[in-house]
């Protein structure tokens, strides 16, 4: 059975750093697109970064743009986000995801993914 994993929840203040990581078991990342989706309470779920097969492609939404970087490395099997400047607003529950289809670029839109993990709680207190 193929499964997500994130970890690196945490609390922290407005302005502090945290750093989300994504593992597999039973599935490589390795020509698949990944991204990163969050749901706070009461929201819709939303992409918040997306990287690209071959990791020359991004993608992230105006509300976390410059303050965000997702990275990848196929070695390891693993996925990052690197998450700076964090502002109360950015609390919600993460979720790494994988595309559906394979050899895609930066995923802009949830309809996209097809496997997505538990989820990892990042709170931001003011």
């Known amino acids: 059975q193929v499964q997500l994993v994130e970890s690196g929840a945490g609390s922290v203040q407005a302005g502090g750093s945290l750093r989300l990581s994504c593992g597999a078991s039973?599935?490589?990342?390795?020509?698949?697109?990944m991204g990163w989706l969050r749901q706070a309470p009461g929201k819709e779920r939303e992409l918040v970064a997306g990287i690209g097969w071959t990791g020359d492609t991004t993608y992230y939404p105006d509300s976390v743009k410059g303050r965000f970087t997702i990275s990848r490395d196929d070695i390891n099997n693993a996925v990052y986000l690197e998450m700076n400047s964090l502002k109360p607003e950015d609390t919600a529950v993460y979720y790494c995801a994988a595309a559906a289809a394979k050899y895609g670029s930066s995923p802009r839109a949830l309809e996209e993914f097809g496997l997505w993990g538990q989820g990892t709680q990042v709170t931001v207190s003011s």
């Open positions: 039973g599935r490589t990342f390795s020509g698949f697109a």
